[in-house]
């Protein structure tokens, strides 16, 4: 078994910055890609950045410039730094990593229980 745990999110002024934090645990043998993802009410979830496991960065138009994705691998920990939040930056930010787990050979995609982010004034 595998648990993704997110921690971070909350409420922030327009302007402001948030960090999350995605910390994977379990029988993990490998992590590859680990991402972030964000569902705001009435709209479908969407990728906001992902990393592979060389450290490939890859963001969401909508991002570019201001959020980094990051990881820790001897900690199996994803960050989103978060800066210069809008208001349409309000979601359900999800937690995302390929893991394969001890004993299985192959990959399987785990989720976070999702933490929310609220941009407003």
């Known amino acids: 078994q595998v648990q993704l745990v997110e921690s971070g999110g909350g409420l922030v002024q327009p302007g402001g910055s948030l960090r999350l934090s995605c910390a994977a645990s379990?029988?993990?043998?490998?992590?590859?890609?680990m991402g972030w993802y964000r569902q705001a009410p009435g709209k479908q979830r969407e990728l906001v950045a992902a990393i592979t496991s060389g450290g490939s960065t890859n963001y969401a138009d909508s991002v570019k410039g201001r959020f980094t994705i990051s990881r820790d691998n001897a900690k199996n920990t994803v960050y989103l730094q978060m800066n210069s939040l809008k208001p349409e930056d309000t979601a359900v930010y999800y937690c995302?990593?390929?893991?394969?787990?001890?004993?299985?050979?192959?990959?399987?995609?785990?989720w976070g229980q999702g933490t929310q982010v609220t941009v407003s004034s």
């Open positions: 995302n990593a390929s893991v394969e787990g001890l004993g299985t050979g192959n990959p399987y995609d785990y």
């Open positions: 379990g029988s993990i043998f490998s992590i590859n890609a």
